[in-house]
């Protein structure tokens, strides 16, 4: 594997389900980062995470918990979930929180029903 | 405040035709500028940068961009477009006061006709 990868690709979850999506980079980056992609808006950062530690949470509702388990995975936990949280979440790794190339992985297009 | 405006939503062009997508930014400090592209099903892919010296800046797959501070703008441009180039385009602005942080526009969709 090259890059950033994502898993799953696609996930239909419904209201009451827990689920994980999982963030993998292969590239020996320092910092990764969770992004929400919803149709005609730009993108939101949600969390940035530097050397595994959370370094900013951009008023994030709590149904949504990353995890930084090592600088080369990152894990986003649901909970909870709103029809309305239904988009393509994606992330990026760079090489340190200053550099400003961020590399992104594929998505997943997330559904709530 | 900082943001990014893409005024086009949506442009269509000509296989062949020349292509320029607009970026005009607001940032107090001293701007970094980023070109992204995205295809259906995909990540972002990253065109081009400008982070300072030459305002003209080249990228990949034919791509470039020119910084014009005294108008905020950093369009896009390319000289002939194919029909590979159909995607979704981003204009993004970070830099020393928003550590990493990059701000994105809302996209602009560019359809190829034959």
């Known amino acids: 594997e090259t890059g950033v990868t994502q898993t799953p690709r696609h996930l239909v979850m419904g209201m009451t389900n827990k689920k994980s999506l999982k963030c993998e980079q292969h590239?020996?980056?320092?910092?990764m980062y969770w992004y929400k992609q919803s149709a005609k808006k730009p993108l939101e950062l949600m969390f940035v995470?530097?050397?595994?530690?959370?370094?900013e949470n951009n008023s994030v509702p709590s149904r949504f918990s990353p995890e930084c388990p090592n600088s080369s995975h990152l894990f986003l936990h649901l909970h909870t979930l709103q029809p309305e949280d239904s988009a393509l979440y994606l992330c990026?790794?760079?090489?340190?929180?200053?550099?400003?190339?961020?590399?992104f992985g594929p998505g997943t297009r997330l559904t709530v029903l | 405040a900082q943001s990014v405006t893409q005024p086009d939503i949506h442009i269509t062009v000509s296989e062949g035709a020349s292509l320029e997508l607009r970026c005009n930014y607001s940032?107090?400090?001293?701007?970094?500028l980023f070109w992204y592209v995205q295809s259906p099903g995909q990540g972002l892919q990253l065109l081009l940068k400008?982070?300072?010296?030459?305002?003209l800046v080249q990228g990949i797959k034919g791509f470039e961009a020119e910084f014009k501070r005294s108008q905020s703008s950093f369009n896009l441009r390319k000289p002939s477009v194919h029909w590979s180039d159909a995607a979704e385009y981003f204009c993004?602005?970070?830099?020393?006061?928003?550590?990493?942080?990059?701000?994105f526009g809302q996209g602009t969709t560019l359809q190829v006709k034959p």
């Open positions: 990026a790794s760079s090489p340190q929180r200053e550099a400003y190339e961020q590399f």
């Open positions: 590239l020996g980056h320092n910092a």
């Open positions: 995470y530097s050397l595994e530690e959370r370094v």
């Open positions: 940032y107090g400090a001293t701007p970094y």
């Open positions: 400008y982070f300072s010296g030459d305002t």
């Open positions: 993004a602005v970070g830099g020393s006061s928003n550590t990493g942080k990059l701000i």
